[in-house]
């Protein structure tokens, strides 16, 4: 019986990743660390600045700005609302009336909840200017609504024309029969 023999030795690679890393050089170390990275080093440089005292003025600024992102926002989807409906053609499909359906209501949904979308941003000092955000918020959901509307009318759904309400007409008797009837 042979004796074994021993394993062969790991790959350069193999080794290579199990090594620790080497330490950084003097040149290396005048390299400020990336936004959000921490180290020994970080922290003491955090520890040395002072924390910047914000103020409520800042914070009210940041509150509108972000108050009047979410009012645009769904006019940013009105072009691809467009498309979609264009897309899905004018035929009575489940298709189309899945679509349509959900363009109704998204809009109807963030009319109903327009307090609530705008609840966090509200303070005593900015709820006169989110007045004017919460218009604008609501007049891009009417916006939505009209498309909506736009495309059940070419769906041939809305009653436009006077053949829609004949159930409504009485009967009309000509003018000739009626003088002849009455004598």
Known sequence: MGSALPPP?????VV???????RPTKAASSI??????SSSRGKQRQQQQQPIAKKPED????KLKKAWEIAIAPSKSIPMNAIMMYMSGNSLQIFSIMMVFMLFKGPIQGLFNT???????????????LLGVKAVYVVMQLGLLALGIWKVNAMGLLPTTRSDWLAWETERLPLERASFAFS
Do not use: I
């Open 9 to 13: 030795p790991p790959p350069q690679w």
């Open 16 to 22: 290579a990743l199990n090594s620790p890393l080497p």
């Open 32 to 37: 400020p660390d990336p936004p959000g990275f």
């Open 59 to 62: 914070n009210d600024a940041l």
């Open 115 to 129: 307090n609530a979308v705008f609840a966090k941003y509200e303070t005593p000092t900015t709820h006169a200017r």
